[in-house]
């Protein structure tokens, strides 16, 4: 095996490692950033080294802020999410080709905003998506029965119109055996989706 592709491995390795850290690890640790930098190889002998990601949590473990990098040091991908109580929102800007691609500070290629609502039990309750002018593109709502099993995902456009609408069944375990998907009259899209467990 050549030297290169075990640095490979060992960054790969690295990687994994640091994406099995959770929540908890973080916060108790009092974890407030990480860097992941990596190094290049070409015929056997280090090329170049840049930093390509860095994270940033908030006391709690979450991560609020999540930025990977191209190898030429521009931003690649931006994420900034917040926290408000159990609710969440989460801003997503994406520079296909790279940080430098917005230089009259029009709206980025690619930009996505979601916020989620939750219950009290920690259920996501709504689902809402938003483009870069901040005008909603979908909706989705979550109905809950008594024991948190989730019963109904309806789906809506921006303009509030219901373009799909999931039910599901449980058996007496409280396992889903059951789901059907329904159009926006009412007709069925898909039906008999069953599910089966081992033990």
Known sequence: ??????????????????????????????????????????????????????????????????????????????????????????????HPNGGN????????????????????NGDKTEEDVYDAAGTLLNKTTFIYNNTGDKMFEVEYDGTGKVTKKTAYGYDTKGLKTEKKVFGPGGETLEKDHKFTYTY
């Open 1 to 94: 095996m050549k030297i290169q592709n075990i640095i490979v491995i060992a960054v790969v390795f690295i990687t994994v490692s640091v994406r099995a850290q959770s929540k908890k690890q973080i916060r108790d640790l009092k974890v407030k950033s990480e860097t992941e930098t990596i190094t290049l190889y070409k015929d056997g002998k280090e090329s170049s080294t840049y930093k390509a990601e860095y994270q940033v949590f908030d006391k709690d473990g979450n991560t609020v802020q999540d930025i990977t990098y191209n190898p030429d040091g521009t931003v690649h991908r931006k994420e900034t999410d917040t926290y408000s109580g159990k609710n969440k929102t989460e801003e997503v800007v994406e």
């Open 101 to 120: 691609d917005n230089p009259d500070n029009t709206p980025p290629k690619k930009y996505k905003k979601t916020s989620w609502k939750y219950n009290a």
